[in-house]
């Protein structure tokens, strides 16, 4: 069983930064692909930011050029950092990970996707 476990988020100011932390635990062999994903009010879920197991990322264009997605091996952990936040950057945002488990008593080793609870940002003026 693997658990993602989301921090952070909240309100926030108009223009001010966003700092999001997810921390994967449970029987986890190894973990690929992490990301983040923001599902806003009346809007489908949008991939935000996403980084490989080698340190490679992908940003949204929306938010290209202010966001700066990490991740932290030895603590199974990826971390969001958004600047200059606007409103349309209000919504659920959803931490995303790829990763081997084990399953069945440790007998079998499955690639599967998680995902955490889920963090409310607030972007007011």
């Known amino acids: 069983q693997v658990q993602l476990v989301e921090s952070g988020g909240g309100l926030v100011q108009a223009g001010g930064p966003l700092r999001l932390s997810c921390a994967a635990r449970?029987?986890?062999?190894?973990?690929?692909?992490m990301a983040w994903y923001r599902q806003a009010p009346g809007k489908q879920r949008e991939l935000v930011a996403r980084i490989s197991s080698g340190g490679s990322t992908n940003y949204a264009d929306s938010v290209e050029g202010r966001i700066t997605i990490s991740r932290d091996n030895a603590k199974n952990a990826v971390y969001l950092h958004m600047d200059s936040l606007k409103p349309e950057d209000t919504g659920v945002y959803l931490c995303?990970?790829?990763?081997?488990?084990?399953?069945?008593?440790?007998?079998?080793?499955?690639?599967?996707?998680?995902w955490g609870q889920g963090a409310q940002g607030t972007v007011s003026a």
């Open positions: 449970g029987s986890i062999l190894s973990i690929n692909a």
């Open positions: 995303n990970a790829v990763s081997w488990t084990d399953e069945e008593g440790g007998i079998t080793r499955r690639l599967r996707t998680y």
